[in-house]
Every structure is written in structure tokens, then in C-alpha cells.
């Protein structure tokens, strides 16, 4: 296995990967709240999230990733203020939650395979893993960091000492930036609640100790990631905007319960801002995967322009910024292709080993894809041979950015969980792991596809 050095939030340091069960690597990414669609800004925390898993695949671990998807919880705030988002949008569109949830759900899978971003080995909805999360809760009451009011179960964040470590603010700053409690029962404002007690008209509620409720929005990924990954796990990833509320109090659930941390690295994405300022609806540019399609714009033209600047930096989306991604990703393209079919040179091999060594040395040293991308540029301008053909095919399953695949347009009524196991078994054979790819046939197989293998790339035909 190559040694992959990552910058740890909690630490404020880079450190070494040194997972817990090599060579299985532990990961939890906080999905998405599927109320809406997801934009853009989402949707780069995504890439940075297989860019993780990418280089650890690459660098010979088996991931064991988990991603949770919100379906029940989140309030309008990321504190626990205002209503559910997934019960206002299925109240303003007519629908049931649950048809709310399976519709951006599916858009969003559509968009995780259209950026070609890997499927985490384990999907978990919340609503699936509600029995999880009270059996946690009741524990939590249980050691004395749970106590009940009339609307429902906080968590007494004075009682854990170690509150506000991972954005290094103290007790005394969360509760003096804590909004006055709109609920005058909690023991301190910044107290946040594990349950909520439903009211009649609450469309999502669950039988309880407490009578009927809906767990808070923090509680599901430590049930979840406990009961997926274990007590301790190698990596959390998320936005860092998850860094001051959901995971400085995912932090304090879990620590509460298990008496240790139960993450080893956690790891976020920095913000995508557009034209310099925030996303918001009301200035109109809250763009989404469809809006850049619709404009001409290629998903992973996008991926490319999301990769070329570091996950830890700010990324400020401008058209004039896609076009000039979407024009170097065509070179790019075009080069591999011209190599496709030029000769076999075997004195090129040492330059070209020497580049493709660098690429996976940048992205080891902290997920550096701008660099890496830097260093496929200059392997793609080496004289044009086979073998700088077959260095990028081989090098996709780091980059994932399909530049080595002839572009057939297929056809568009391809459901998003067959292009994703289309896409992860390509990556497979292009792994030289068969097992897996014949595996995936067979998935493909079930749900009434053929899949025909090129030397460039792959077509699939629904049979
Ligand atoms: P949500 O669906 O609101 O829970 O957000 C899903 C993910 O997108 C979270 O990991 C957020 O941290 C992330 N996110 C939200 N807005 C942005 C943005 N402007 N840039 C990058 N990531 C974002
Ligand atoms: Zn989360």
C-alpha cells in the first residue's frame, strides 16, 4: 500500500493515513437532505469525496465507505429551528415525504454517476435506521448527557468537556453565540436536540420512549456510521460548514457514548462560492448539473474545473472559469485519442512512468489534484505513443475523468444505478480486478442490460 498523507480538521495538521484494519479503509460522508436538488456547491463536496476514495483504491486500499442520505431531520437551520425540510417541500409540492425523498434521491445518484463519481460501498437512509437512533438516544439519557422538555431530548452539551474541540471554540463561545433558546426548557442554548417530540399535524413521526417524535439531524450519522463502520472509523468527511454545529456535536454524541472518538481523520471540503459571493435563490444562481448541460456544458468538464483547484481552497464558479475548463478538458481528450492510435514507443516509458509516479505523488501528499493535473499535462505533451494511451487509461481510476473513453453517445433513458454499475465495472477491468467485473455483469445482467467492451471504452445495450 502507498503511504497517503491527509490534513486532519481536528489536528490542523497533515498526518499519515494509518488505518485501523488495513487494508480496509473506514469512510463516512454526510450525504445530502433530499429536498431538493442538489447544486453545484454540493455537488463539488462530492467530487472531493471521490477523490478521496479514488486515492485510496489507487494507492491499494479496499474502501468501506458509507454516505447517508437525509430524508427526515433537518430543519431549516442547521440548529433546531424552523421545520423539517423535507415535510415543507412535500407540504409546498403536494407530495408525501417519502415521494420527495425517492425524487431527489434518484436526480441526485443521476448526478453522482453523470460526474462519474464512485457509489459508496453503503447508501443508508435515515428513515431506514430510525430504531438505531432512539436505542442511541435512550443510551445517551441513560449516562446524563440526555434530558427530556416538553418538545423533546437535547443533549447537555456542559457535560462533555471536550465540546467545540474541532472548531477550537470553547463552551463559553457556543453558548454566547447560541441564538436565545426559543424553547426557555433547555439547560443551555446551545443544548441541541437528539428527538423531537411530533405534533399531531407532523407528517414524519416514530413510536418512542418519548411518545411519537423524529430524531434531530445529528443523530443519524453517529447511529449511523456505528452501525456501519463500527466504534471507530479511519475517516469523516463533509463541507466545512458541517465543522461548528453537525459535526462538533456528531463529535459529542458519539464521544459521549462510546467513552473514545470514534473518528480517526476528519476531513472537509471548502465552499464553492459563485461570482465571488454566496449561492442564494434570490440572487438566481444556484445552478445545478441540468443548468450547465442546458448550457452547453459538459459533467465532467465541471469535474475537471472542481479538480483543478484543492479541496481545502475556496472555489469561485464563473462561466468564463467552466468554459476554460471545458476547452483544457477537450485538448486533454484529444491528446489521449491522438495517442490512442499512434505507435508503440518503448524508449518513452521511462518519462512516462516518471509522470504518472508524480501524478499519484501529488494526490498522496493531501488529495493535490491541481498539481496531479499539472503533471497530466505534461505526460500527455510527451511525443504521442500507445503507451501514454494505455498510462491514462489505466491512470483513470484516480481521476476519473474518462479521458482515455471514446464518446458514443448513449442513449439517454439509462437509468442512473445502471450507469453507475456500467461505470464501476469499467473501473474494475481497468483495475484488472475480474472478479468484481464479472460480478457487476451479472448486476447488469439482472436488470436487463448487455454490456459490449471496446478498447476505449464500453456500450451498453438494453437487451
Ligand atoms: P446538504 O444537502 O445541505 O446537507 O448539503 C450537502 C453537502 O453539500 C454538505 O456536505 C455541505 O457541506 C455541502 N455544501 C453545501 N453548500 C456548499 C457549497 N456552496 N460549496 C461546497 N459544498 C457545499
Ligand atoms: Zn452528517
Aim: include cysteine; charged fraction near 25%.
Amino acid at each position: 500500500m502507498d503511504k497517503i498523507f491527509l490534513y486532519n480538521t481536528l489536528t490542523r495538521s497533515k498526518e499519515q493515513l494509518d488505518p485501523i484494519a488495513p487494508p480496509t479503509v473506514t469512510t463516512y460522508s454526510c450525504g445530502p437532505t433530499v429536498y431538493n436538488y442538489a447544486h453545484i456547491g454540493n455537488l463539488r463536496t462530492y467530487v472531493f469525496m471521490d477523490e478521496l476514495r479514488r486515492a485510496l483504491k489507487t494507492a491499494g486500499y479496499t474502501t468501506k465507505s458509507v454516505m447517508n442520505i437525509t430524508d427526515v431531520g433537518h430543519l431549516t437551520s442547521d440548529a433546531d429551528d424552523g421545520e423539517d425540510k423535507m415535510q415543507s417541500a412535500a407540504k409546498k409540492q403536494h407530495k408525501t415525504p417519502e415521494e420527495i425523498a425517492k425524487m431527489y434521491s434518484d436526480v441526485f445518484f443521476k448526478d453522482l454517476a453523470r460526474l462519474n463519481i464512485l457509489m459508496p460501498e453503503i447508501i443508508a437512509k435515515a428513515t431506514d435506521n430510525i430504531d438505531e437512533m432512539i436505542a442511541f438516544v435512550v443510551e445517551l439519557c441513560k449516562l446524563g448527557y440526555g434530558y427530556e422538555t416538553d418538545d423533546g431530548i437535547y443533549f447537555d452539551i456542559s457535560k462533555f468537556g471536550d465540546y467545540g474541540k474541532l472548531s477550537r471554540c470553547n463552551i463559553e463561545d457556543a453558548l454566547a453565540g447560541a441564538r436565545v433558546a426559543v424553547n426557555t426548557q433547555k439547560r443551555h442554548p446551545a443544548d441541541f436536540a437528539l428527538w423531537k417530540k411530533a405534533e399531531k399535524n407532523h407528517i414524519m413521526q416514530w413510536q418512542s420512549p418519548w411518545g411519537m417524535g423524529y430524531p434531530g439531524w445529528h443523530i443519524e450519522c453517529s447511529a449511523m456510521s456505528k452501525k456501519f463502520l463500527g466504534e471507530r472509523f479511519d475517516i469523516h468527511t463533509g463541507g466545512v460548514d458541517h465543522i461548528p454545529i453537525h459535526h462538533e456535536n456528531e463529535i459529542a454524541q458519539s464521544e459521549a457514548l462510546l467513552g473514545h472518538p470514534a473518528v480517526n481523520m476528519w476531513i472537509h471540503g471548502e465552499f464553492m462560492l459563485v461570482d465571488g459571493g454566496k449561492m442564494s435563490k434570490s440572487l438566481g444562481n444556484v445552478y445545478t448539473i441540468d443548468d450547465l448541460i442546458e448550457k452547453g456544458y459538459s459533467p465532467l468538464a465541471f469535474r475537471y474545473f472542481c479538480m483543478n483547484t484543492h479541496y481545502r481552497n475556496k472555489l469561485n464558479f464563473t462561466f468564463e472559469g467552466l468554459s476554460a475548463a471545458q476547452t483544457a478538458y477537450e485538448r486533454l481528450c484529444a491528446s489521449v485519442a491522438l495517442c490512442a492510435d499512434a505507435p508503440e514507443n518503448n524508449a518513452a516509458k521511462s518519462a512516462i512512468d516518471a509522470c504518472v509516479q508524480d501524478i499519484k505523488n501529488a494526490v498522496y501528499d493531501d488529495l493535490n489534484y491541481p498539481l496531479a493535473l499539472g503533471k497530466l499535462w505534461t505526460l500527455v505533451k510527451l511525443e504521442p505513443c500507445r503507451e501514454i494511451y494505455d498510462a491514462v487509461a489505466e491512470l483513470d481510476g484516480l481521476l476519473g475523468l474518462q479521458l482515455h473513453v471514446k464518446r458514443e453517445k448513449q442513449a439517454d433513458d439509462i437509468p442512473a444505478e445502471v450507469s453507475s454499475i456500467a461505470e464501476e465495472r469499467w473501473q474494475a477491468r481497468l483495475n484488472r480486478d475480474w472478479a468484481k467485473s464479472d460480478a457487476l455483469r451479472a448486476e447488469l445482467d439482472k436488470l436487463g442490460y448487455a454490456v459490449l467492451d471496446g478498447k476505449t471504452g464500453y456500450e451498453l445495450k438494453k437487451k
